[in-house]
């Protein structure tokens, strides 16, 4: 199919084959392309604002840049596609195969991702802030540097993640599976990360200040050793006392506040 620029929007190409397709830079504002078969489709730079891709097999398709917004891609297959620089603010992502996709730089935003599965993704630098992430799978998932203030992430897999430097200001982690994640350097403050389980976890130089680690599992005093600051973190008794008879300056008031 050839290059399809300046389409009319509200155009309905439902359950239609366009693998392979050229359609950079086309105007797909609106167009109901579910359960579409988009696999290996060049919708680089592409309007797809408010589009419907309910199911659609978006398999290594080319979406950098594009313009996504509110579109609806629950259940799609995404997987080892690339997205990015993509807008995806507020869409619905729910239960979409992102599995292998290039999310760097994309915006996410108050998307909705409860049970997608980003297993090995890109997201560095990704904009996820208050982004719904319930129970996703992001194992292996590279978030460094990624913005996920305010993100929810309750029971998600996150396990051997890439979280260096990550901006998880606010987030909420209760019960996330954390197990051997990389957080070094990473922004925590305010974080809610009760009954998350951190087992091997790299903590070194995170910032803790305010958050919630109460019921946190697999937590050693030797992690939390290594971090920036616990200011007014809430911990079990038995790791509290300890720490603050082993490393007192984890609990004084940091620099930036004198």
Known sequence: MGNERGGNGMSD?????????????????EANLEEANLEGA????????????????????????????????RG??????????????????????????????????????????????LLMEANLKEADLKEANLKKANLERAYLERTFLPKANLRGA????????????IN????????TKAHLEGANLEGANLEGANLEGANLEGANLLG????????????KTLFNAKLDDELLIQLKEKYPALFKVPDYYK
Request: proline share 0%.
């Open 176 to 183: 996330a599976h954390l197990e051997g994640a990389k957080l």
């Open 76 to 121: 799609a297959n995404l997987e080892g596609s690339n997205l990015r620089g993509a807008n995806l603010e507020r869409d619905n992502l729910e239960e979409a195969k992102l599995v292998k996709v290039n999310l760097r730089g994309a915006n996410l935003e108050k998307s909705n991702l409860k049970e997608a599965d980003l297993g090995s993704s």
């Open 216 to 227: 946190a599992q697999r937590l050693t005093i030797d992690q939390l050793s290594k971090v």
């Open 13 to 29: 190409h439902k359950e239609t084959n366009l693998e392979g397709a050229n359609l950079e830079g086309a105007n797909l504002e």
């Open 162 to 173: 890439y979280l260096q430097r990550a901006k998880l200001r606010g987030a909420k982690l």
């Open 42 to 73: 060049n919708f680089e730079g592409a309007n797809l604002q408010g589009a419907n891709l309910r199911g659609a097999n978006l398999i290594k398709a080319t979406l950098e840049g594009a313009n996504l917004e509110k579109a609806s891609l």
